[in-house]
């Protein structure tokens, strides 16, 4: 029998999805699953996305350019300079989804057998699109003690070698919602122009940002932009998470140049999607204060019903829509499938992601769990019901003396 090709091995499965069948059993066993596991918003799309969908009319469903069509590329660089970023279409290669910015960026930047670093916990397919571009992921651990702060600079310089090339950061941070903070990006900044490395951003989570506080992006860092490397999709932003379109930006021409023969190989990203795409950046204000405020309340919700259960320490997030907590068991794999296979109260039970898919690190996360408050509040507080009783239950709980004490950030 042929075999399957080493790659393919190595290749990590997703955390976030390995424990659908089980899910999927549960259900046909009747019981109510709350997916607490998966950033799949239930916000409704925006209409003018929905409407630019039904209004289009062509005769051909034609090839697009490689880079994206130029139209939505100038509407991309309108909101991109709202934001302060100083970009021109040119600075923009639109992308079948953020996953495939972020492989064209490593595939452009990456020799096989160089080094990325990430703090960690990080979002799990990192490591897929690592393996898939022969590259070596060098994990950084932050702690949940300071709410996943970014780790030391020292700690970065111990890790660098010749094989080094770049760093990847998520902000606001999957899975852990920590938001960088603009100090904290100095100090990268230091270290990328220092030791001349790439700084990838993956900015899929820019608009989810809460309790006033501000998002701060390497492009908005002077000195750096031959360094930089945004990797950002719709995906979250606009709930459009089918449509598959992201894009890559930078003022590196040859990044550019180089990124695009890679788009080229592909040969185009989706016509509709871009039509969408355009018709998003219209967007009123109004439609991200509103979602703005609904997962401020979400995140309120799950927070405080974390942090009130005994044995539970949860941080409280800055941004994005996920939170990682600690609990007081002995094996967070083990206790997420535990949950679908054989818990249930009131014939409902709660779909997690374990926390150590996120970590590349050996036994990192082992008593955390990720958690995405994509649901409604009432939904949420069931969740949160289900699984305090669950943990009660559980076999595998341990005895921890006191709940961590630390102040939320």
């Known amino acids: 029998?042929?075999?399957?090709?080493?790659?393919?091995?190595?290749?990590?499965?997703?955390?976030?999805?390995?424990?659908?069948?089980?899910?999927?059993?549960a259900k046909l066993e009747g019981k109510k699953v709350y997916h607490l596991n998966i950033g799949q918003p239930d916000i409704e799309t925006p209409q003018g996305m929905l409407d630019a969908i039904h209004k289009s009319n062509f005769k051909v469903w034609a090839y697009t350019a490689s880079e994206g069509t130029l139209s939505y590329r100038q509407k991309l660089s309108e909101y991109y300079n709202k934001l302060g970023y100083n970009i021109t279409p040119q600075n923009i290669i639109v992308t079948t989804g953020g996953s495939e910015a972020i492989t064209i960026a490593m595939m452009t930047c990456l020799n096989p057998g160089d080094e990325v670093i990430i703090p960690e916990?990080?979002?799990?397919?990192?490591?897929?699109?690592?393996?898939?571009?022969?590259?070596?992921?060098?994990?950084?651990?932050?702690?949940?003690?300071?709410?996943?702060?970014?780790p030391a600079i020292a700690d970065?310089?111990?890790?660098?070698?010749?094989?080094?090339?770049?760093?990847?950061?998520?902000?606001?941070?999957?899975?852990?919602?920590?938001?960088?903070?603009?100090?904290?990006?100095?100090?990268?900044?230091?270290?990328?122009?220092?030791?001349?490395?790439?700084?990838?951003?993956?900015?899929?989570?820019?608009?989810?940002?809460?309790?006033?506080?501000?998002?701060?992006?390497?492009?908005?860092?002077?000195?750096?932009?031959?360094?930089?490397?945004?990797?950002?999709?719709?995906?979250?932003?606009?709930?459009?998470?089918?449509?598959?379109?992201?894009?890559?930006?930078?003022?590196?021409?040859?990044?550019?140049?180089?990124?695009?023969?890679?788009?080229?190989?592909?040969?185009?990203?989706?016509?509709?999607?871009?039509i969408a795409g355009e018709a998003a950046v219209?967007?009123?204000?109004?439609?991200?204060?509103?979602?703005?405020?609904?997962?401020?309340?979400?995140?309120?919700v799950l927070v405080n019903a974390l942090n009130k259960m005994e044995g539970v320490y949860c941080p409280n997030p800055g941004g994005a829509f996920y939170v990682v907590a600690r609990f007081p068991i002995d094996n967070a794999d083990k206790f997420c499938q535990w949950m679908l296979e054989e818990f249930s109260h009131d014939n409902q039970t709660v779909m997690m992601a374990p926390a150590t898919g996120f970590y590349s690190t050996n036994g990192a996360g082992s008593n955390e769990v990720r958690m995405a408050y994509v649901l409604n509040g009432n939904d949420l507080q069931n969740a949160m019901i289900c699984l305090e009783k669950a943990l009660v239950e559980y076999s595998?709980?341990?005895v921890e003396s006191d709940k961590l004490k630390v102040e939320s950030l």
């Open 1 to 25: 029998m042929p075999k399957i090709s080493l790659k393919g091995e190595q290749m990590p499965a997703s955390p976030i999805r390995k424990l659908t069948p089980f899910a999927d059993k």
């Open 121 to 150: 916990p990080f979002y799990a397919n990192y490591n897929g699109f690592a393996c898939q571009s022969d590259i070596v992921v060098k994990p950084i651990l932050s702690y949940i003690e300071n709410g996943f702060a970014l």
């Open 156 to 274: 970065f310089e111990k890790l660098i070698t010749e094989k080094t090339k770049a760093i990847i950061i998520c902000n606001p941070n999957n899975p852990t919602g920590y938001l960088y903070s603009k100090e904290e990006l100095e100090e990268l900044k230091k270290l990328c122009l220092k030791h001349d490395l790439y700084l990838f951003s993956d900015e899929a989570y820019r608009e989810f940002c809460y309790d006033g506080r501000e998002f701060v992006s390497p492009m908005h860092l002077e000195g750096l932009d031959e360094n930089v490397i945004v990797m950002d999709t719709v995906s979250k932003r606009y709930s459009a998470c089918g449509a598959r379109l992201g894009c890559l930006i930078t003022k590196n021409e040859a990044v550019l140049k180089t990124a695009l023969k890679f788009a080229q190989a592909r040969l185009s990203p989706g016509m509709l999607e871009q």
């Open 282 to 300: 219209d967007t009123p204000d109004s439609y991200f204060e509103a979602v703005n405020k609904e997962y401020t309340y979400r995140r309120d």
């Open 396 to 398: 595998g709980r341990t």
